[in-house]
């Protein structure tokens, strides 16, 4: 495989088994400069990773596509009809735009309205310091509305007859914290299940036979969520969206519960709660809609669904640099990733991962032409398949497009996730 080393900022050289001389591979470019190595506009601004991505060498040649619409190495041309080096080819031009500004940055966000929340600055103050994450007004308000429906305990105020609880940034609200065992809590840990993503952060939870809970799904680490998610962690990884505030995401869940409990007591008590979030929902302004404006404006700045379906977007510039796709279809990586965990042998599963490696060269190509959200996917798709298989490829993968991608925070969950990453025990502050 042939490296112009124009597209080579620096090499790093690895050994592998079997090779008598070390393997040279990219390391990601500094953004600056257009492809072929020569600077100019419409290059987007990005840091240059501390360390190179860590590749084992590709297993034998490459092997042709397995999917309808799957390219070789080299097969797909970008927009001015040169050969793109990694398989990949681009979002054609239009289909989703630059990752723009997707809700107001917190550099820039309206003062929240702690005077109509009425909860104390520096309460809301720590329990934003304690995630590093700005939360927006809506998670506020809700405390307020369980407060009045349960003074003492608002955080159970839904427990008995939703079945929904309060947890995450609401325990710092609730000052559980200062109760916890250690001094030393690490609430990037705190609630976060077995596939959610840095993106994800949980401040409900409900049946914990299915691990169903919700919480805000941000893009980007400083700027306020995008939407309300939910997950059930023991069925898989797919993440939905229920509404772009937690009014709305209580709502949906409300609506559905009302249509389960055949008791006319319970569906008493589930009406009146339903009838008192409405009204206080639309004395806020706030939308109750499953599908808002804003969401399906975001949608479209989606470059992949990535295997929990919640999209992936990363800034993508006028010549379409930031993004290109991975060369098999989600179904076909799956079947790959499960041949590789359902291997008999450790040396049938070494054989099973070239096809992953070969992905891997692929990234390190896309990175050197500042195409950073093809390591982001193909991270994520491995992480969400759950397989402690993949985990160090994770490794390799995400914190580097993180960091790429100037979501550092997002870089220091995912490896202190993978480090700890349990299906049990999740609450932090457990005294």
């Not at 305990?153 to 916890?180: Q, R, T």
């Not at 796709?325 to 790959?336: D, G, H, S």
Request: some cysteine.
């Amino acid at each position: 495989m042939a490296v112009s080393s124009r597209h080579v900022s620096s090499t790093s050289r690895i050994r592998h088994p079997g090779r008598t001389a070390p393997l040279v591979v990219p390391v990601p470019c500094p953004r600056g400069r257009l492809r072929g190595g020569g600077a100019g506009a419409g290059a987007a601004s990005g840091p240059r990773p501390s360390e190179p991505l860590t590749l084992p060498a590709p297993h034998g040649p490459w092997r042709p596509a397995r999917g309808p619409g799957l390219r070789r190495r080299g097969g797909a041309r970008d927009a001015g009809g040169g050969s793109m080096a990694g398989g990949g080819k681009r979002r054609p031009r239009g289909a989703a735009g630059p990752a723009g500004e997707q809700s107001e940055k917190n550099g820039a966000v309206k003062k929240r309205r702690s005077s109509q929340a009425d909860i104390p600055d520096s309460l809301c103050q720590e329990a934003e310091t304690c995630y590093q994450l700005r939360l927006p007004e809506d998670f506020y308000q809700f405390w307020k509305f369980c407060e009045k429906l349960d003074p003492e305990k608002p955080s159970d105020a839904l427990v008995s007859s939703v079945g929904l609880k309060l947890v995450g940034p609401y325990d710092i609200l609730a000052g559980k914290h200062k109760k916890a065992k250690s001094t030393d809590v690490n609430f990037n840990l705190h609630w976060r299940f077995f596939y959610d993503p840095p993106e994800f952060q949980t401040v409900l939870v409900g049946d914990s036979r299915t691990q169903y809970h919700m919480g805000y799904f941000r893009d980007v680490p400083d700027e306020l969520p995008v939407w309300v998610g939910a997950n059930e962690a023991k069925k898989g990884c797919v993440i939905s969206q229920v509404g772009d505030n937690v009014f709305a995401a209580v709502k949906l869940f409300l609506s559905k519960k009302l249509k389960e409990v055949a008791d006319k007591k319970k569906n008493a008590v589930l009406r009146d709660i339903d009838e008192k979030l409405t009204r206080t929902a639309k004395e806020l302004g706030y939308s109750l809609e499953q599908k808002t404006l804003k969401m399906k404006q975001r949608d479209k700045k989606v470059v992949t669904k990535a295997f929990h379906g919640a999209g992936l977007v990363v800034p993508v510039d006028k010549n379409d640099v930031g993004y290109r796709e991975l060369p098999e279809t989600n179904a076909n990586l799956k079947k790959i990733c499960k041949a590789i965990v359902d291997a008999p042998t450790d040396e049938e599963r070494v054989k099973a991962f070239a096809p992953i490696q070969e992905m891997l060269t692929f990234v390190q190509f896309a990175n050197d032409e500042c195409d950073y959200g093809m390591g982001y996917e193909l991270g994520m798709d491995l992480f969400c398949y759950g397989s402690h298989y993949f985990h160090k490829t994770v490794g390799q993968l995400l914190p580097l497009a993180y960091t790429l991608l100037k979501r550092n925070l997002f870089a220091e969950i995912i490896e202190q996730h993978l480090g700890s990453r349990r299906e049990e025990d999740l609450d932090q502050l457990e005294p």
